[in-house]
């Protein structure tokens, strides 16, 4: 029976939560690092049973159940999707029972897809991919990898997202006179506002995560940076502007010779070929549409030292990027992607030796993906995120306004690190702390590390510990009770067992947790729905 939330009723989920004697001593286990059994006891229990348990689930926002956390009890904490909005994070050393808790969550929501729906997953261990060939959800996969079998990603199509832009018609006696042309690269960073913040914000991503793997402490960001991205988003538009006018029949300066015809051909070939052009013809191509900063970055004519310098880095950027699966032709996209119907998973999968080829684009796509649903118009729909190992995860800059921003536009996001310092190293601790503040619901598994034992004492604070005290006299015993304030200590996060963790959200106590074996208990679960498909509800065979 469920209440009016659609969680299962308190008498029935207290009764469901009766712990086995693995989970009971893993429970006393973990009392043991911070208290003295003999002496001390938790003013609040923190075994999900009985009272505990009500308590915690009568502080949860109401809504439709989305995924269910399963205990190695045989009881279940549901999650609904308001929870979930909140965002969850996760951190656990190796082998400390993450994926395990990741695989519960995506199970359950693959389970219950909805038209509309997206999943995306950042995959970085390859943990999740056969999880949904086992559910058989439709899925797919970006990856540099061929033997993958990822589908072709088309940075154009990613730019237009759907979209036609505006370019304004050819002054053919101009063009035929003087060599150039009335459609400049002004008029369609004008005319296409929303077109054009995605070409840059895309460009920049690829450009800066790929020069941020190379740069040195000593390195002019101008130089290895802005420049490259400048005059890669001066390409792109130049191609656009140049691939609209072909197929208005109004000629074109270059990509006639690379064969294309219109806006459908334009693809990752056309960027691959850029990269390996001559410098001479790459400015005079910008300069022809008048994009006059890109072109100065490589004006042969001006600083030859510094323009070779700029183009040089350009050439090992896109080289590095667009080459195995992203240099060929391709039509997906996730901007065209998340406006589907259909429900889908989209799975991000790379090589660790090929990082300078997937993660770059990774970023862009990401990045724009965020865009896409801070802009309002995926209101109305569902994407989940999961970010495993967030620690590998290339920097994306609406990340922190995306978890601020995304609970009241349809995103979700569940993320996964091993230790609050590498976030550290990645961001700055500043920005870390910023982002992690964003996620209000947060499960903490077996950590070893300070700064990850850190942020579990400021998350659920300190405990409070009831003790008797007893004393012999010459009346006899006298006993008396004093309470103590106690915080977890290294030794206690550093000891749970697998799959053990304390899971905290807003305006609840913190709860002691052991999940269920996933691999052990999914498997019965599907040979007993086989069983159900087989037998029909009557357990008669059909």
Known sequence: MEGRSGLPSFRRASEMLLFPSEEERSYRAFLS?????????????????????????????????????????????????????????????IGSGKTT????????????????EKVVVFDPKGDYLALAKQEGVPYIIVSENYAMNPVRWNVFREILGGEKPVIPKTNMLLRKVERRTSATFYDFTRLNKELYARLKNIATRIIWTRADMVRGSADDVYFTHNAPASVFQGLLSCCIIEAALIERGEGGFLLPSYGVRGLSDLSNEVVAKLAQENGKVLHEFLSFYRASEAAEHINPSGSPGQAQGVLSLFRMYTSDVFSLVFSERGNWSMAEELHDPNFKVVFFE??????????????????NMMAEVLSTRFRGKKLYVFLDELHAFPKVQEMQTFLNMARDLGGIVVAATQSVAQLYDKYGEQEAKAIISAFNTRVFLRTTDEASLKLVN???????????????????????????????????????????GILWTTGTHPLFIKLADFKKEHNKSMYADRAFKDRGPEGLHR
């Not at 208290?35 to 009272?51: A, W």
């Not at 006899?476 to 103590?484: A, D, L, P």
Request: proline share 4%; charged share 30%.
């Open 33 to 93: 690092t911070f208290i003295d059994p003999k002496s001390e006891s938790l003013l609040f229990d923190m075994r999900p049973k009985g009272r505990t348990l009500s308590s915690f689930l009568k502080a949860l926002p109401e809504g439709e159940t989305v995924a269910k956390l399963r205990l190695a009890g045989g009881g279940e904490i549901p999650l609904s999707e308001k929870l979930l909005t909140r965002h969850v994070y996760v951190q656990g050393s």
């Open 101 to 116: 808790l990741l695989k519960w969550l995506l199970s359950d929501i693959f389970e219950r897809r909805k038209p509309g």
């Open 350 to 367: 790379y090589r660790m030796d090929e990082e300078r080829t997937a993660l770059p684009v990774f970023s862009a796509v990401i990045s």
């Open 458 to 500: 400021d998350t659920i604070g300190e405990f409070l510990v009831r003790r008797m005290n007893k004393t012999h006299g010459k009346e006899g015993k006298s006993f008396s009770v004093q309470t103590e304030r106690k915080t977890l200590t290294a030794r206690t996060m550093s000891v749970l067992s697998v799959g053990s």
